[in-house]
């Protein structure tokens, strides 16, 4: 009986940890962003759902909790792009600055340019969903 309940209990940790896999990829392949990413720089999903937690995670640490809550309210599934990188092993700690980015980069398998190049199109994306104000606040700490 033990035996039997130690057996479906991972089996049911299994399928969960699928859901979750496909969850994440498919997010991935309808999320406008993601799109503008991996289509724009050939990168793969998780690549660009990995990259952009990576940046959301470095303007957590480095806006005020007002204006990095304006700035997620513009970029929708800000929280999954955060767990995402965590996940994928690209966020292992504070990132701290644009150095700890590029690491971050690196563990997701990109070269340190492609944080100036995601930084080109997450820009223009909270651009057009933000305006002006909201770009700022994300240009704020990309510098």
Known sequence: MFRMSVLA???MLAVGSVSGCAQMQSMGLTDPLVSMLT?????TSNQA???VGSMLTLGKEKLSGMDFTTLTKVIPGSETYMKTAQDLGAVTGPIGNTGGLQSAFSRLGMGSDMVGKFSGVLSDY????GGE???QLLAAFLK
Do not use: H, I
């Open 9 to 11: 209990a991972v089996f």
């Open 49 to 51: 759902m990995g990259g």
């Open 133 to 135: 104000p909201a770009k």
């Open 39 to 43: 289509s724009q720089l050939g990168v």
């Open 126 to 129: 909270v651009g057009k969903a």
